[in-house]
């Protein structure tokens, strides 16, 4: 958000993450000055006629947070460079393991290093990825100014966390299926299950 100015728009999914949700709505509206759109990334035609002429970034989760509401982010990509827009991605539910958004045509990727990265519940950390030079760049100016970074054993427990990452997301993600098709089949006491490993997800496919 610090790459923003006052006036400045970033149009955001509902369904993200608490804690940036109401930095949005709070801090960065009132204090920064930053306003903010909720769109639905699954109806694109309806989030191009959103877009104006102070949208800055399109932001989103996918899978979201916490109901694992999928995108299609190479789509939004897509819309994103059509009308010159940063595309930012909150990618800390799939990890590195499952996803790139990078790869997807995403310009900026973050993570919560806390969770799947860090594995071990403690690890206080966050990342912000980009393969663009000038975003690089003036992410470096920015983190230097305000003192956003991480501590040299921070560092090692992410490095200790990404050795085993492949191994324990692969596992969670063996477990979470059993899980899911476990409660889908009890229909007697369970009305939804929303897990996009299922089958029957209606956005398996993406």
């Not at 324990?168 to 089949?185: F, G, P, V, W």
């Amino acid at each position: 958000m610090h790459l923003l100015k006052p006036g400045d728009e970033v149009l955001t999914a509902p369904d993200i993450y608490g804690g940036a949700m109401g930095y949005f709505m709070q801090e960065a509206t009132e204090s920064q000055g930053i306003n903010f759109k909720l769109v639905d990334y699954q109806k694109l035609d309806e989030v191009e006629k959103q877009i104006g002429p102070k949208t800055k970034f399109l932001y989103l989760e996918s899978p979201s947070n916490p109901i694992l509401k999928i995108y299609d982010i190479a789509k939004v990509a897509i819309l994103a460079k059509k009308h010159s827009l940063k595309l930012i991605v909150d990618n800390t539910f799939l990890s590195p393991y499952f996803q790139n958004p990078l790869k997807l045509g995403a310009d900026i990727v973050i993570h919560s290093c806390t969770k799947s990265i860090g594995g071990h519940s403690d690890l206080i950390m966050g990342a912000v990825c980009t393969n663009d030079p000038e975003v690089n760049g003036k992410m470096v100016s920015i983190q230097k100014s305000l003192g956003a970074c991480a501590g040299p054993f921070e560092c090692y427990l992410a490095m200790r966390g990404i050795k085993t990452l492949g191994i324990r997301m692969k596992a969670s993600a063996e477990s979470a299926l059993k899980l899911a098709e476990y409660l889908q089949s009890r229909t007697d006491k369970v009305s939804n299950v929303y897990y996009p490993g299922l089958s029957t997800h209606p956005l398996h496919d993406i």
